[in-house]
Structure formats: structure tokens, C-alpha cells
């Protein structure tokens, strides 16, 4: 795609249209890089790297489509796919329901940073060399990843959409256990390794992991919390899974069927979804090459919107909002992949200093959907779980399992931290922005047996 795309798609996509071979062709090209330095016991024990592009090839005949892909990019393994896709449209046993978009203008967006995509092992491995050092110091065993790569995506049809886009990418995460039970996490992300400052990243994981060593149990109940960013996007993204799509009002499986318009959180609490936020990891367009545009779901609390792609806006009488999914994820699409919630005014020791007894929670895991038009989810705490009691953190706790419906927490939100993180869990698709938060009750329903 560097230096004027592919040759073999454009001569292919002449010949189609000439030829007639199908009513609309899509073709959505995503070329990823990724290059992976792997730790554990403060050690690099694995290095590799990848580097592949995919093709898919969306046919439209009769009002009907299919998909092919392909990792040939030859023009015969192109004409193949183009074949094939139009064999599967023709095939489908009813009209897709909407038709492909044609095309719009989309921001430049500068996302590409030369040294972070042609990042060397030896870069990486002094990298991790600085993460781990104090740990190593102390006998404490981080483990974790560095990678560095990118993306490249070009989507070209027949309807005249031509949509190009590359981003670099640095993901580090860490976990660091202590000699006893103790355990903590950090993470980073970012379009440039400029950015990247391993000692202070991994500081914060090695501080949680040496207040922990010494936990104590704590029964289930009913708890203040202060969520810090990480909890706070898995809470978050359980939420965009369960009802923010259009898809899922479409089911009748969202929370907000019936409700836009209707306060339904805290008014301290407004979520959005948008791909060009100067903090996050940006894309201008979606994967039918529509432009991204910022959706909001809550507005000062109030429920608003929902994504669209081409599809769910066809069937519900609106415009594409640019949250198509590529093809091999269609079953999912739409869906938010940049949300951000916006900060609030509070500093870390305000958020504490408003907590009687309660808990701190770094972060959750093994998330699960409980009921979704509730907004229910089920999760476990980790890496770093702390008692509060006065405003300070008094002691470390064995991890605890939530139960509880995300709408009521952010119902129960009392104040939002001022300053907001990305967070990505090391994944390399999508972004979550968010601060933290104080949450006046949070259900937590049992707890680590420690043997």
C-alpha cells in the first residue's frame, strides 16, 4: 500500500467493471506488522515477528452480497476471490437489505511514526531492560510484553470510495508478583515509542505489587470504590458490548430500547465514542471506508445514540455513524472501538479522601455478560485490591468477584478523576480513554479461597 497501493487490485477492479462481473465490488485491505518481545521472571524469553495482509472481497449482485478473502495478492488471486464472492452473493437466499456507501471526505489523520514501526529487537529488549530493572532488584518476577508495528488499511470500490490510512503502535503491558502475594499491573500505549517511559510505567505495577504481599480477607458485600482506568474500561466496554450498537437495539437486547431520552446515569458521566480524539489511537474511517463520527451514548447522564453501519442505519432509517467492523467480524458489527468518557475535576486524593471504607481496584478480569438488558456483568478483581478506610489505603485484600449491573455503578458515580488513560489491555483493535472513578456502592459476591 506504500507508494500508490496495489497494482494487481486496481487492474482487477477495471476488468470487473468492465466485464460486469458483479453489481458493486468492495475490496478492504488490511496490512498489519507486529513485532513482539515477550518477558517473565525479568527476562526476554521470546522474540517474533509477523507480518501479513488480508484482502476481503465483498460482491454485490441482485441486492445480494458475499465475502471472500485472501492473503494472495497476485491479480489471479484476486480475480479468484472477486469469483468466489460473487458465487456466494448469488447464492444467498435473500437481499442483504441495505447497499454498499459511496464516498464521502474523511480527515487526514497523522497516526505514523517511522520509528515505532521499524522499532528494532535491540530497542525493545532496552526497553524492557529498564521496565524490569527495580524488580529484578527487589527478586520480583515481571513478566509482560512489548510490541511495536502498525496498521495499514485501504479500502477502494466501485462506488468510488479510495480510503487510505497507517498507524504505528507501541503496546507495553506488565505484570509484576511479588515474593509473598503480592501483585501489580501497568500498562501504555501509544502512536510513537518516544512516548514510552518504562521505569515509570512499570512503577506503577511494582508499587501495587509491594503493597500487596501481605493481603487480608474481606467478606462480600456492598462497598464504596474507587475503579481506577483499567477497571473502569473493562466496566465501560461491557456496557459498549451489551447495548451501544445499533445491532442490539435492532434485537431488542439493549438497555437502551425505549429509553433514548431518558436519564439513566449519573449526570457527572458522559461516554462517547470517537476515533479522531487527540489522546487516542486514531482512524478516520470504518471498514466500509465511511468516516468515523463522534457518537455519544450518555450526555450528562441522559441515554442518546447508538453506532451504525451501513446496514443497521438502512433498517433503521439514519445515516452510518462509521463503526463497521471488517468482514470477518460482521456478526458484531457495528460496535464502538475508540470510546472515551470524559474527566471530571478530581484529583487522586479527592477521589480516596471521599471514601469512608471501601476499596480501590486497579483492575478486573474474566468479565462476563450476566444479563444485558440490565447491563449485568460478572468479573473478578486483580492485580492490586486495597482496602480504604479515612480516605487512605490501610491494606491489601484477597481479590473479590463483582457482580453488578454497570448502569447502576455509573448511576452511583459521586465523582470523576481529571485526568484519563488509554487503555487497550496490550490488544492491538481499539481504545478505551477514561479516568477514575468513585462509585458510592458496588456489589461484590464472593471472594478468592486462598489454600
Known amino acids: 500500500m506504500k507508494g500508490g497501493g496495489v497494482p494487481s487490485l486496481e487492474k482487477v477492479l477495471e476488468k470487473t467493471v468492465k466485464e460486469k462481473a458483479a453489481d458493486d465490488l468492495e475490496f478492504i485491505l488490511i496490512r498489519g506488522k507486529e513485532e513482539l518481545t515477550r518477558f517473565t521472571f525479568g527476562h526476554i524469553h521470546q522474540n517474533v515477528a509477523e507480518e501479513d495482509a488480508v484482502l476481503y472481497v465483498r460482491a454485490w449482485a441482485e441486492g445480494k452480497t458475499g465475502v471472500a478473502q485472501t492473503n494472495d495478492l497476485s491479480e489471479e488471486g484476486i480475480r479468484r476471490a472477486v469469483r468466489l464472492a460473487v458465487e456466494l452473493a448469488r447464492s444467498q437466499t435473500g437481499p442483504a437489505g441495505y447497499e454498499p456507501p459511496g464516498p464521502a471526505p474523511y480527515p487526514e489523520v497523522q ?5 515505532t514501526w521499524n522499532a528494532t529487537p535491540e530497542l525493545r529488549a532496552e526497553l524492557v531492560r529498564r521496565a524490569v530493572a527495580e524488580a529484578n532488584k527487589l527478586g520480583f518476577n515481571a513478566s509482560g510484553s512489548l510490541a511495536t508495528g502498525g496498521e495499514e488499511i485501504w479500502i477502494r470500490t466501485t462506488r468510488g470510495i479510495d480510503a487510505r490510512f497507517r498507524a504505528s503502535s507501541i503496546r507495553f503491558v506488565t505484570v509484576i508478583l511479588g515474593k509473598e502475594a503480592g501483585s501489580g499491573y501497568a500498562e501504555f500505549t501509544s502512536t510513537k515509542i518516544a512516548d514510552f517511559r518504562p521505569e515509570e510505567v512499570a512503577g506503577r505495577a511494582l508499587e501495587k505489587a509491594s503493597r500487596s504481599e501481605k493481603r487480608i480477607p474481606l467478606p462480600p458485600g456492598e462497598y464504596q470504590v474507587v475503579l481506577e482506568e483499567p477497571a473502569v474500561a473493562t466496566l465501560v466496554g461491557m456496557l459498549a458490548s451489551m447495548g451501544f450498537s445499533a445491532r442490539a437495539v435492532l434485537e431488542n437486547r439493549s438497555f437502551f430500547c425505549n429509553r433514548f431520552g431518558e436519564k439513566m446515569v449519573s449526570e457527572l458521566v458522559t461516554i462517547y465514542d470517537d476515533a479522531l480524539h487527540p489522546q487516542t489511537l486514531p482512524m478516520p474511517f470504518d471498514f466500509e471506508g465511511v468516516p ?6 450518555f450526555r450528562r447522564g441522559v441515554a442518546e445514540g447508538v453506532v451504525h453501519d451501513s446496514r443497521t442505519a438502512k433498517l433503521m432509517g439514519t445515516k452510518s455513524t462509521g463503526h463497521a467492523l471488517p468482514p470477518a467480524a460482521a456478526g458484531f458489527s457495528p460496535m464502538p472501538t475508540h470510546l472515551v468518557m470524559e474527566p471530571g475535576n478530581a484529583s487522586d486524593g479527592e477521589l480516596l479522601s471521599g471514601i ?8 478486573f478480569h474474566y468479565a462476563r455478560t450476566v444479563d444485558p438488558m440490565r447491563g449485568i456483568m460478572t ?12 480516605g487512605r489505603i490501610v491494606a491489601a485484600v484477597e481479590d473479590l468477584r463483582a457482580t453488578e449491573s454497570g448502569l447502576r ?13 488509554l487503555i487497550t489491555g496490550g490488544e492491538a483493535f481499539g481504545a478505551t480513554l477514561v479516568p477514575k472513578l468513585r462509585i458510592e456502592r458496588f456489589a461484590f459476591t464472593g471472594r478468592t479461597e486462598r489454600i
Open 356 to 363: 469512608s471504607r471501601g476499596l480501590l481496584v486497579t483492575r
Open 409 to 421: 455503578a455509573l448511576a452511583l458515580v459521586r465523582a470523576v478523576g481529571k485526568d484519563l488513560s
Open 379 to 390: 468479573m473478578m478483581t486483580r492485580d492490586g485490591t486495597f482496602l480504604v478506610e479515612e
Open 111 to 115: 497516526a505514523y511514526d517511522e520509528a
Open 292 to 297: 468515523k463520527t463522534r457518537v455519544y451514548f
